[in-house]
């Protein structure tokens, strides 16, 4: 059985950790929001959720249990932060508190946060998940009927051979994959303009735009993200229309 949480629910994935997945979901989500449209985010790493100290919100209090009916239908309520739904395990567990569910409650513990949150008549939910193709990510095809997804990739060789994994899980289980952002592409020197490669490019071959998937844009170092908004506004538009006309 699958959930309708949204009119579309879109996977934020990679195939690496360190590409800045999070980083990148969360500005997108902003820049979707901004086109005009209510814009959820479930924070899907359930092991590393990062996606709450982005926006500067933490749990002191430690959990005691994590319950999945109480004489009923446990309901949860998103966090309301800057136009965004917002959704995390770490919303439900103390910051420092780690989550030692085996694999087999993942499951149970996905759903709950996709199924059992009151969310209020979005048009798009992203989910930002760990990176990898482990158990979760296969869990969540069980959960809920994506309508995409979205690779990040950094600009390096080993994160596109990484990358190509992933679009590789996705073609086997049938996701259509709306394009890839590339994180990290270089650095704009404040003072003489020049860009810079900070990493050594991935080669053609090798890289996932040569696998077929579509470029939705590249994103450049830039220690001030409003810098970048303009960059995530257009992916934003691009990935409003792929989602639109399916």
Same mark, same amino acid.
């Given at each position: 059985?699958?959930?309708?949480?949204?009119?579309?629910?879109?996977?934020?994935?990679?195939?690496?950790?360190?590409?800045?997945?999070?980083?990148?979901?969360?500005?997108?989500?902003?820049?979707?929001?901004?086109?005009?449209?209510?814009?959820?985010?479930?924070?899907?790493?359930?092991?590393?959720?990062?996606?709450?100290?982005?926006?500067?919100?933490?749990?002191?209090?430690?959990?005691?249990?994590?319950?999945?009916?109480?004489?009923?239908?446990?309901?949860?309520?998103?966090?309301?932060?800057?136009?965004?739904?917002?959704?995390?395990?770490?919303?439900?567990?103390?910051?420092?508190?780690?989550?030692?569910?085996?694999?087999?409650?993942?499951?149970?513990?996905?759903?709950?946060?996709?199924?059992?949150?009151?969310?209020?008549?979005?048009?798009?939910?992203? !989910? &930002?998940?760990? @990176?990898?193709? *482990?158990?979760?990510?296969?869990?969540?095809?069980?959960? %809920?009927? #994506?309508? =995409?997804?979205?690779?990040?990739?950094?600009?390096?060789?080993?994160?596109?051979?990484?990358?190509?994994?992933?679009?590789?899980?996705?073609?086997?289980?049938?996701?259509?994959?709306?394009?890839?952002?590339?994180?990290?592409?270089?650095?704009?020197?404040?003072?003489?303009?020049?860009? !810079? &490669?900070?990493? @050594?490019?991935? *080669?053609?071959?090798?890289?996932?735009?040569?696998?077929? %998937?579509? #470029?939705? =844009?590249?994103?450049?170092?830039?220690?001030?993200?409003?810098?970048?908004?303009?960059?995530?506004?257009?992916?934003?538009?691009?990935?409003?229309?792929?989602?639109?006309?399916?």
């Amino acid at each position: 059985m699958t959930a309708r949480a949204a009119r579309h629910v879109v996977a934020v994935g990679s195939g690496k950790g360190g590409v800045g997945k999070s980083t990148v979901t969360l500005n997108l989500a902003f820049a979707l929001h901004r086109s005009g449209w209510n814009v959820g985010l479930l924070d899907a790493d359930l092991y590393g959720p990062d996606i709450p100290l982005m926006l500067n919100l933490k749990r002191e209090q430690e959990a005691k249990r994590w319950d999945f009916w109480r004489g009923g239908d446990v309901r949860l309520q998103p966090v309301e932060q800057r136009g965004l739904q917002v959704m995390s395990v770490g919303f439900l567990l103390a910051e420092r508190q780690s989550l030692t569910f085996a694999a087999p409650l993942l499951g149970a513990a996905l759903r709950q946060l996709v199924e059992q949150v009151d969310w209020r008549s979005l048009d798009v939910l992203l !989910i &930002d998940l760990p @990176p990898g193709t *482990a158990d979760l990510q296969q869990q969540l095809l069980g959960v %809920v009927a #994506l309508a =995409g997804a979205v690779v990040v990739v950094g600009p390096q060789d080993v994160a596109h051979l990484d990358a190509r994994k992933f679009v590789d899980f996705l073609r086997g289980a049938d996701v259509r994959i709306l394009g890839g952002v590339e994180n990290m592409a270089g650095f704009v020197c404040p003072h003489c303009g020049e860009r !810079i &490669d900070v990493f @050594p490019p991935a *080669a053609t071959s090798r890289a996932i735009w040569a696998d077929g %998937v579509p #470029l939705l =844009g590249r994103i450049p170092l830039e220690p001030d993200l409003a810098k970048q908004e303009h960059e995530f506004d257009r992916i934003g538009t691009e990935l409003v229309a792929r989602l639109e006309a399916a």
